[in-house]
C-alpha cells in the first residue's frame, strides 16, 4: 500500500484534498452561488464533490462517510431533496447533519466527505 501523502491543490492554509492508503478526505465543500435556496446551493456542493472526486479517479459510488453542516437545521427537508436525487442509492455513504455557524453567513450547507479511491 502507498504510504505517500498526496495533496490535491495546497494552500498555504488548507489543501482541496488529502489522500493517503487509499483514501481521499475532501475540504469541506461550499456553494459558489450563494443566491440559490437551500435545494440549489446543496446541488451546487454535491456538483462540486463530484468534480474533485472526479479529479482523484474516484466518484459517489466509493463515498465513506459525509458530514452536512446546515446553517439552519429546518432545512433539512430541502437540503435531503437534493441529496437523494444525487446520492447512490446502492451505496449510500454513512453520514451525520448537524446546523452550525458557516463561515459565510450567506451559505446554507457544507459538506465534508471521506471516499475511497
Do not use: H
Not at 60 to 88: C, H, P, Y
Request: aromatic share 6%; net charge negative; glycine share 6%.
Amino acid at each position: 500500500m502507498n504510504k505517500q501523502i498526496t495533496r490535491l491543490e495546497p494552500t498555504l492554509r488548507m489543501s482541496e484534498a488529502v489522500c493517503y492508503q487509499g483514501v481521499a478526505y475532501l475540504a469541506g465543500q461550499v456553494p459558489t452561488d450563494t443566491t440559490k435556496d437551500i435545494v440549489g446551493q446543496t446541488q451546487d456542493v454535491l456538483s462540486e464533490i463530484d468534480n474533485v472526486l472526479g479529479r482523484l479517479g474516484t466518484n459517489k459510488t466509493r463515498l465513506l462517510q459525509v458530514q452536512v453542516f446546515l446553517k439552519d437545521i429546518n432545512e433539512f427537508e430541502g437540503m435531503n431533496q437534493a441529496w437523494d436525487e444525487w446520492v447512490s442509492p446502492l451505496s449510500p455513504p454513512a453520514r451525520a447533519t448537524i446546523q452550525a455557524n458557516l463561515a459565510d453567513k450567506n451559505w446554507k450547507v457544507e459538506i465534508l466527505v471521506t471516499a475511497a479511491l
